[in-house]
């Protein structure tokens, strides 16, 4: 069984945040599947489903934010995961990359966010698939990017145009998932990580 695992911070107040991208595109495969997350297992409200035919466990931790890796740590025990890197996938928001965007990376360095390096200190490593939805602000018309002002921003309620963008992207990350599980990385790779932004094909 796969683990995919959206990290975010439980909570009504945070549940449209920048920083939920991730338990959004988490609930959006959900949705998608038929299913609720709603049983409690390795400190995350965690959901059995089927898809691109294969059996998953969606997963988001109850953790905060900070700690997602104990509870990352506890279900990759609890369902005997022995290579991260093929057998779980994480959707997190990346603020380096702006809102309408997304990558598929088999690893990587933290770069401030607390919640992958929480998951990497835990398992012990940073060879884990992670699928990184961009929350950035949009580069200006001259190409110039706007710095986003990190915390504030990533825990304060997204506007409703900014939720439009979001939601197509979340349609985007349930089907690069779809692709890793069906066709492997590499191909999501080349499919997923053109350049792209609102309004294009991908």
Avoid at 99 to 125: D, F, M, P, Q, W
């Amino acid at each position: 069984m796969k683990l995919i695992v959206g990290l975010g911070n439980p909570g009504i107040e945070y549940q449209f945040t920048p920083h939920n991208a991730g338990f959004l595109a988490v609930d959006r495969i959900a949705d998608e599947c038929g299913v609720v997350l709603s049983n409690r297992r390795g400190r995350a409200l965690t959901a059995k489903a089927r898809l691109a035919g294969e059996d998953v466990l969606l997963a988001k931790p109850e953790t905060f934010m900070n700690l997602s890796g104990l509870s990352v740590a506890a279900l990759v025990r609890e369902l005997e995961i022995e290579r991260p890197s093929e057998e779980m996938i994480v959707l997190y928001d990346e603020l380096a990359f702006p809102l309408g965007t997304l990558r598929v990376h088999e690893r990587g360095s933290a770069g401030g966010h607390n919640g992958v390096k929480s998951i990497s200190g835990a398992l012990g490593t940073e060879e884990w698939l992670r699928i990184r939805i961009g929350v950035g602000k949009p580069a200006l018309d001259d190409g110039r990017t706007v710095k986003a002002g990190g915390k504030d921003y990533l825990l304060s309620p997204m506007r409703k145009q900014e939720l439009a963008v979001l939601d197509e992207v979340l349609d985007r990350a349930k089907r690069a998932v779809e692709v890793v599980l069906t066709k492997g990385v590499g191909a999501a790779m080349n499919e997923f990580n053109q350049k792209q932004g609102p309004g294009s094909s991908d």
